[in-house]
Structures are given as C-alpha cells and as structure tokens.
C-alpha cells in the first residue's frame, strides 16, 4: 500500500535557525515525490517536484532532497513568514492521484 | 493569469441535505482532480478527470460524484451529507496527466454539516 510519513508533526525554531523536515515514503516504482506548502484555511502552493534518487531542487530558504526511502526538506536561515504546514506527497501506482502525508507545521518566531 | 477557482467559499448544510461544489482550471489545464481535507490531515484523493472522462477514483462511497464539462470546468457533487463529511474540499488541476505534470490546488470549499 502506498504510504507518506512525515515528521515531526510540529517544528518550532527561531528566524535563522535552519532545521529540516523528513518525508519517508512506500511506493511501488516512485513516479513523482511532490512538496508543497499550505497556509491556515487555504489550498495547498506547489513548491517542487523531485522523479528520482540523487536529485535535489532549490527555491529561496527552502531545499529539497531525495532518496530511495524519504526525501528532505531543508530550511536555511528561516523568516517568520516560512510558518506554514508543509505537505508531502506521491503519485499513486495508476499515476492518477497523489497520496499525501499529515504534514509537518513550522512555526518560526522572531 | 488566473489561478484554480472554487466556488462557493464557504457552505453550512444539514445532515441528509445535498452540495454541489464547483471548480475551474488554470487556462489551458485539462485534468482536474478533487481532495478532501479534514483539520489536521493531508488532502484525500476523491477522484481524477482528464478530458471529460473519470481516470482514477479515490476510497469514497457513492454518495460522491462528479463531473467534468466540455470547458473542463468541474463539480463535485455529494449527497445525503453526513456530519463526517464537513472538511476542505479542494479542487487541483494540471496540464496533462502524472507523472510529467504537477497538481496546482485552488483555496478551496470549507464545507460545514450540522
């Protein structure tokens, strides 16, 4: 059965303390390993999609990495604004959904 | 350029009663999907139409339906509402199928039944 685990479920850190968040995930045959970030009472933002082992993206503080097993999300020198709750998520076997994990809540204080 | 739109934002309805949620895609976008999410939880996969025709169906009784029209707009449909059915409905749509495109999510439905 395909799963998504994320921990912890809660992160508090102060603005500039860097930290990350784990995504572990079973899957048979990984097509897609998607992150996104999701604001109190609103849909989830795309932030990026990782297809295979080794391979790692960047976007402002945030960076993403992927292995056979989990992927990270790595927070570099965090503002308050990067508060959110952080989902990850696998495409389906049948390639029709995307299967989601309980998601990590970041809280950053100045 | 317009991002996914969900209409209404917010609705109360009363056990037994039925809604009908409405979604439009980003221009150009033919597959659109729908999501449950209740407080606390990650989105659930409802169900994937791509091109006016269902490609995939998430673990949902068939008190849930939907539809996708010729302009690829959407509705989700769910009938004899239940109190567990209260959560976030959000509608997602892409450009083509998985794996090569990503899911872009609107705001969202908060549905609340009492």
């Known amino acids: 059965e395909d799963q998504v685990t994320q921990s912890p479920e809660a992160l508090r850190l102060q603005e500039g303390e860097s930290s990350s968040l784990n995504c572990s995930y079973t899957v048979s045959g990984l097509r897609g390993l998607f992150w996104y970030r999701q604001d109190p009472g609103k849909g989830p933002e795309f932030l990026f999609t990782l297809y295979s082992a080794g391979e790692e993206k960047e976007k402002e503080r945030l960076k993403a990495t992927l292995t056979k097993k989990e992927s990270f999300l790595h927070i570099t020198a965090p503002k308050p604004e990067d508060s959110a709750t952080y989902l990850c998520?696998?495409?389906?076997?049948?390639?029709?959904?995307?299967?989601f994990g309980k998601g990590t809540t970041l809280s950053v204080s100045s | 350029d317009a991002g996914v739109t969900q209409s209404p934002t917010h609705l109360i309805k009363t056990r037994g009663q039925h809604v009908t949620l409405r979604c439009s895609p980003i221009?150009?976008?033919?597959?659109v999907s729908w999501y449950q999410q209740v407080l606390g939880q990650g989105p659930q996969f409802i169900f994937q139409?791509?091109?006016?025709?269902?490609?995939g169906r998430g673990n949902f009784p068939d008190r849930f339906s939907a539809r996708q029209f010729p302009n690829y707009s959407s509705e989700l449909n769910v009938n004899a509402l239940l109190l567990g059915d209260s959560a976030l409905y959000l509608c997602?749509?892409?450009?083509?199928?998985?794996?090569?495109?990503?899911?872009?999510f609107g705001p969202g439905t908060r549905l609340t039944v009492t």
């Open positions: 997602a749509s892409s450009g083509g199928l998985a794996p090569a495109y990503e899911q872009y």
């Open positions: 998520a696998v495409e389906n076997q049948a390639g029709t959904a995307l299967i």
């Open positions: 221009s150009g976008h033919k597959s």
């Open positions: 139409y791509y091109e006016k025709e269902e490609r």
